[in-house]
C-alpha cells in the first residue's frame, strides 16, 4: 500500500505525489521503499531492475548479476586455451566463483593448490574446469634513480655523479636489493587465458 499518494494503476510499486510546497511539481514514490523522486523513471527503477523488471535488494538484482557472471565466465572460457589437469605445470589454480559451493582449502581470492583439488568438492559440486593461475612478476627498484631523485634539489650533478658511480657499494646494494624483492614476492595471479580441465569422478 502506498502512502502520500495515488496509486498509478497497472504500475505496480509507483506512486504519484503532489508536493506540498509547489502544487503544479508532481513528486514520485517508490512503494517498495518510499524513496521520493522529481523524475518519474528514477522513481520507477529505484527497487526494480531496469534490466528485467524484477524487484531487487538495493542496487543489486542478482538474477540479473548471475547471468551476467555466467556470460562472462562462457567468453572467457570460450577463447581460453583448454590444458588437462594431468599437463597443468602450475601448483596452483583458481577456483574463485566455480563449482556448485565454495572449494574446500581454498583462500579468500580463490586461490588453491592443485594436490587439494580432490578434496576441494563432494564430486557432484566439482566444476569441470579451474583457471590457471601465473607468477606475479618481482617489482623493479633502481637504487641509483632513488638516490638521484633525493638528492637533485639539494646538490650539484657531480656530487650525485660521485655517490652513484664512484665506487662499487651502489652496486652492490643493487644486486641484495634485488635479491630481496625475489625471495620476498612469491605471488601469482590468475590466468584466465588457460582453463585447466578436470577429470570427472
Known amino acids: 500500500m502506498c502512502f502520500g499518494g495515488e496509486q498509478r494503476s497497472g504500475k505496480e510499486g509507483l506512486c504519484k505525489m503532489t508536493s506540498p510546497i509547489v502544487e503544479t511539481v508532481d513528486l514520485y514514490r517508490c512503494c517498495v521503499c518510499r524513496a521520493r523522486y522529481d523524475d518519474e523513471e528514477d522513481a520507477r527503477k529505484c527497487c526494480h531492475c531496469p534490466k528485467c523488471g524484477q524487484r531487487r535488494e538495493r542496487a543489486w538484482c542478482h538474477p540479473c548479476a548471475d547471468k551476467e557472471h555466467e556470460a562472462r565466465e562462457k567468453a572467457d572460457f570460450d577463447k581460453a586455451k583448454k590444458i588437462a589437469l594431468g599437463d ?42 579451474v583457471w590457471g593461475v601465473q607468477p606475479m612478476p618481482a617489482p623493479s627498484f633502481d637504487l641509483s634513480e632513488e638516490i638521484q631523485r633525493d ?36 605471488g601469482f595471479e590468475t590466468d584466465r587465458t588457460v582453463a585447466v580441465l578436470l577429470p570427472k569422478r
Open 88 to 129: 597443468y605445470e602450475g601448483e596452483y589454480v583458481n577456483v574463485d566463483g566455480l563449482g556448485r559451493h565454495f572449494a574446500n582449502g581454498a583462500d579468500e581470492g580463490g586461490y588453491l593448490a592443485v594436490d587439494a583439488l580432490d578434496d576441494a568438492w563432494a564430486p557432484e559440486d566439482r566444476p569441470a574446469y
Open 151 to 186: 638528492l637533485e634539489s639539494e646538490y650539484h650533478e657531480s656530487v650525485i655523479e660521485n655517490v652513484i658511480s664512484g665506487g662499487p657499494e651502489i652496486e652492490q646494494a643493487q644486486t641484495l636489493i634485488k635479491k630481496a624483492l625475489a625471495r620476498g614476492i612469491n
